[in-house]
């Protein structure tokens, strides 16, 4: 029952991950095929109320999605070594530990497909020259803090 039940993804963890990656190929393909009809100036960067107050070329609009690429390829590596996660060891009781894993690769999922749509929504505006809107920074802050609290508030429930 150990390890390998250990390494396994539940449905919602899978889920995760695969909606994380598909945003980011959908996104990767729309920028590839549509990469002619963009303006040639794109926003480089954003203001606290999400109005852009920097420009630069479209090229550097590659940035976003090959930075949302890396961090989710590094968050998914990730999820299967939990000895990074620095997670307190149960050693008498295993069926703990498992669960304390999975919760916490859970809320890594959620975060890493998070930070999938993120990086494809700032993408989209910024190839289309839109605001972030004034909800978007507003949204970044309480969601995290809001996924940690309701992922880390079921560590003390574990048996």
């Known amino acids: 029952m150990g390890m390998e039940k250990q390494f396994r993804l539940t449905k919602y963890q899978l889920f995760t991950e695969i909606i994380g990656g598909l ?3 959908g996104f990767t393909v729309y920028l590839c095929f549509l990469w002619p009809t ?3 100036i794109v926003p480089s960067h954003y203001a606290i109320d999400g109005t ?3 420009w630069s070329k479209k090229t550097s609009s590659i940035l976003l999605p090959i930075l949302g690429w890396l961090i989710y390829i590094c968050l998914t590596v990730l999820l299967f070594i939990p000895r990074m996660w620095k997670v307190p060891k149960y050693h ?3 069926d703990k530990q498992i669960n304390i ?3 916490c690769r859970s809320l890594l999922c959620t975060i890493n497909m998070g930070i999938a ?3 494809v929504y ?3 505006c910024t190839v289309h020259n839109d605001p972030l809107g004034v909800w ?3 949204a970044i802050v309480v969601g995290s803090v809001l996924l940690n609290i309701i992922f880390l508030s079921k560590l003390p429930k574990l048996k």
């Open 23 to 25: 945003l980011l190929l």
């Open 38 to 40: 963009f303006s040639d």
């Open 52 to 54: 852009a107050d920097a």
């Open 92 to 94: 008498h009781n295993p």
């Open 101 to 103: 894993y999975r919760v």
């Open 117 to 119: 749509g993120m990086f």
């Open 122 to 124: 700032v993408s989209v």
């Open 136 to 138: 978007f920074l507003p």
